[in-house]
Structures are given as structure tokens and as C-alpha cells.
């Protein structure tokens, strides 16, 4: 009997679900009749759809609509929750920690593998800043971005209660460095949220919470245009949000931004959202990689210089067809990710059948920009649109790109539910320690928790 073709898929986001999905539907005989098996390797059982975070965030969402949990989309695939740790091409092998591994004993999986896809994803690009790693969150994990909800209105029933003004004004701070999508809709939907809770609170104003949003480059929302990112900035500032352009955030030690035109802000909340960098994993590789660390890729999306290695999205270099630069590369988004992973999907099944791959080129469609409720930015096919039908068009373009048409129902149900009711403003901040209640029955004092960096 002749062993079916392995095809091993690292990453369970954007690329790694999106190219699974379509491999399943594209390999549907083979699979059918064991000539071929797909393995998805991914830390988390869910892919994030991650423009729905700052609704999420907002409540506009629920969490577990954000998410596409792998093993049912996913029903043809075998799916492998855990880490890779290493990629040994040459030998076709990737080492893996599951979570069993530190249970059993046995160490970390060996997977063999005939096709590798690799798309790891991104993860947050830090700098030294001194007191970063100790007191700000990240804006990529539907965790970071539920755990960011819980943490402002804590901070507003923190400076409710409190008597000392210095730590009721670091409590209604709330300071974001990064202008690009995920910072500015991030910092847009939590303000409109703030704004609106703030109507609860006896003693607290919408006025009283300063926001400031601090950008190093001269604009904010480079994807949508430079009339369109400076009318964004012209809107937030009419909502009294502090934009800071040509900034950076020097120091948040001592709960103290300190920004690099000299303003200081007493905060309890930093947010940083100020780019990216490749998965560590690809350092952990023998493919060959970029100055900047992504996998240097052909406009097949294959691997440059070897065989049976496919990358996109956010871990690849993959050459930008439609650009006027000859050496541009596709920039890292989820546009790209989305679609490159449809034509790797096609080519990686092209490659098991023998047949003819094709190269990845994109016609750019635009881009879209929430700024909260009803608020939004746009330049989309060569239009402009800005305010409510900026903000429709994000919705309905997300809308129609999140996977499966179960989500699709359960998230338009939401927005119409929350267009007939009233906000959530609960916060569930508790839930991040769901065993403190009964380790204080159980042992007669309060359970040791560890420092997070939203702590209060």
C-alpha cells in the first residue's frame, strides 16, 4: 500500500486555518481514500479573527464569537495542540510540545512530514523600554483583549472609590503607543465604551478620562491613505483624545509614561500595539530567512531554495507583483494572509498531484477603519468614505470574511441585539483567577497571585 502524502500545516491562524480549510476541500478524495493526511499545528484550539478584538473589547462581541475553534472546521484534519519548537527540514521533521508532554513524560512529538506549511503568525515587536515588560498588555490574543475590558472599567470603579486624586487621575489614563489598525480602533471602541459607561458613575464624567494615543511616525493609519488617516486624527481629537504624532513612549516605570517631547502621565494602563515581529520559530529552522527574520519566499509562496516548504502571511517575505518597486514585499496583514493562504492551499494541492502551481498577485481593494460606534474610515477601490458609511462598510467587509457561516449569523445577531439594547458594562476581571474565592475558603487566606501586567 503506498503511504499517504503528509502534509503538515504549523500555525493555526489566518494562513494555517484558511490553507487547511481549503486543502481539506481540495484534497477531499485523497483524503477520503488515505493517499494523503493533513496535520494542523497550532498553540491554540481556535483561530482568532482578529478585527473583531476591539468590538470584543468593547462588548459589542461576545469572546467566543472571535473565535473558530479549529477541530470542528477543521473536521478532516488532525489537529495537534502545542508549540513547535523546531523545523529540521532536511530530515522532514518538526518537533512539537504538546501539553501532554510535561505530563507524560515522554518529551516533545516528533511529526515526519512530506509538505511543510509553515505560518507561525507574528508576535508583538517590543523595545527596551524600561518598565514595558512590567506594566503594559499586548492587543493581539482575544485574552489580552477581554482582559483590557475588565481592566478600564476597574479603573473607573478604582478612581469612583477612591479619595487621593493622584490615584484617581493614573486610574482614568489610559495611554496607547501605535497608530496602525490595531491601536487606533483598540484605543476608539474603549473610549466610546468608557464614554458611554461613564454614565453610571456618580462622580465621574466623560471629560474626567484622558486618553492619549502616541504614534512614532507623522501619521496614523498609513493603509487607508494620508486624507483619511489625518481626517481619523481630526475625529479622535474632536473626542478629546490626545494624539501625539512624531512621539515615543521613553519609559512606563513607576506607573509614569514619560514620552519623548517630555509629557509625563501618572497611568495604571499602557497599551502597546506598536508593530510586529516573526515568530520565534523561524529562527528554530534551516530555511533560509530574511534581514528581518521572515522565511525568504519565491511568488509561488514557496520556501526560496527548497522543496516541499510553503510560507505566507506574517512569517513570509513573499514578493509584492503589483508594486512599482521591484524588490517590495507584501507587507504583513491580514489582507494578504487571507488571500495569499487561498493560493497556497491550491498550490500545495497542485504539488501533491503533480499539476502546474501559479504565482500569488493581488489587486490591493482598499482599506477599512473603525473609530468606534458609527464612526469609521475607508479607501476602498479608489473611494474615500469617512463617518457612519465608512463604519458600515468595516462591518459588512468583516462581516463577510470571518470563516463559517455559523459565526456570520452569531456576530450579526449581536450587532442587531446591541443596536435594540443598552451596553454591557460589567466587569468580569474575577474570571482571570476563577479559584481565588474557594482557595481563601478552603486555606483560610487569601490565594498568592502573580503579577500581571493589567494588575491593579
Known amino acids: 500500500m503506498t503511504e499517504p502524502v503528509r502534509i503538515l500545516v504549523i500555525g493555526g491562524g489566518y494562513v494555517g486555518m484558511y490553507t487547511a480549510l481549503r486543502l481539506q476541500r481540495r484534497l477531499k478524495s485523497e483524503l477520503r481514500e488515505g493517499t494523503a493526511e493533513i496535520t494542523v499545528v497550532s498553540p491554540d484550539p481556535y483561530m482568532t479573527y482578529q478585527p473583531f478584538l476591539p468590538e470584543a473589547a468593547a462588548g459589542s462581541i461576545s469572546p467566543r464569537h472571535v473565535v473558530v475553534p479549529l477541530r470542528r472546521v477543521l473536521d478532516k484534519c488532525r489537529i495537534v495542540i502545542g508549540e513547535a519548537d523546531r523545523v529540521d527540514h532536511a530530515g522532514r521533521t518538526a518537533t512539537v510540545t504538546t501539553l501532554a508532554s510535561p505530563e507524560d513524560g515522554t518529551g516533545a512529538l516528533r511529526l515526519p512530514y512530506d509538505e511543510l506549511v509553515i505560518a507561525p503568525g507574528s508576535v508583538s515587536r517590543t523595545l527596551p523600554v524600561p518598565g514595558l515588560a512590567d506594566h503594559a498588555i499586548g492587543f493581539k490574543t482575544v485574552e489580552e483583549a477581554i482582559g483590557l475590558r475588565n481592566h478600564v472599567i476597574e479603573q473607573m470603579d478604582i478612581a469612583s472609590s477612591t479619595r487621593d486624586p493622584a ?14 489598525y490595531a491601536g487606533v480602533e483598540a484605543l476608539a471602541e474603549l473610549e466610546d465604551m468608557a464614554r458611554y459607561t461613564a454614565r453610571y458613575y456618580h462622580n465621574i464624567k466623560p471629560q474626567d478620562l484622558k486618553w492619549i494615543l502616541v504614534e512614532a511616525s507623522d501619521r496614523i493609519l498609513p493603509e487607508v491613505g494620508e486624507e483619511m488617516g489625518t481626517y481619523a486624527i481630526r475625529e479622535l481629537r474632536a473626542r478629546n483624545i490626545d494624539v501625539r504624532l512624531e512621539t515615543r513612549l521613553d519609559s512606563c516605570e513607576n506607573r509614569v509614561a514619560v514620552l519623548s517631547d517630555g509629557a509625563r502621565f501618572p497611568t495604571r494602563t499602557v497599551v502597546w500595539t506598536a508593530g510586529v515581529k516573526p515568530a520565534p520559530l523561524l529562527a528554530a529552522t534551516d530555511l533560509p530567512l530574511t534581514a528581518r527574520g521572515r522565511l525568504r519566499c519565491t511568488a509561488e509562496l514557496r520556501v526560496e531554495g ?11 517575505a513573499v514578493p509584492d507583483l503589483s508594486a512599482e518597486h521591484k524588490d517590495a514585499e507584501c507587507a504583513p496583514n491580514a489582507q494578504h494572509a487571507v488571500r495569499q493562504a487561498k493560493v497556497l492551499a491550491e498550490n500545495v494541492a497542485a504539488a501533491v498531484r503533480g499539476e502546474d502551481v501559479k504565482r500569488y498577485r493581488h489587486k490591493n481593494a482598499g482599506s477599512v477603519a473603525s473609530l468606534g460606534l458609527h464612526q469609521g474610515v475607508a479607501h476602498v477601490y ?3 468614505l469617512k463617518g457612519y458609511p465608512a463604519w458600515f462598510m468595516h462591518r459588512a467587509y468583516h462581516l463577510s470574511r470571518v470563516p463559517t457561516f455559523n459565526r456570520k449569523a452569531r456576530v450579526l445577531a449581536e450587532w442587531t441585539l446591541a443596536g435594540l439594547f443598552k451596553r454591557e458594562i460589567v466587569s468580569l476581571g474575577s474570571l482571570e483567577h476563577p479559584r481565588a474565592e474557594f482557595e481563601i475558603a478552603a486555606g483560610g487566606g487569601p490565594p498568592a497571585k502573580g503579577p500581571a501586567p493589567h494588575d491593579n
Not at 527548497?306 to 513570509?316: E, F, L, R, S
Open 382 to 384: 479608489g473611494r474615500k
Open 167 to 180: 490615584v484617581r487621575d493614573a486610574a482614568l489614563t489610559f495611554v496607547f503607543v501605535g497608530g496602525g
Open 306 to 316: 527548497v522543496q516541499h516548504a510553503w510560507a505566507a502571511g506574517d512569517a513570509a
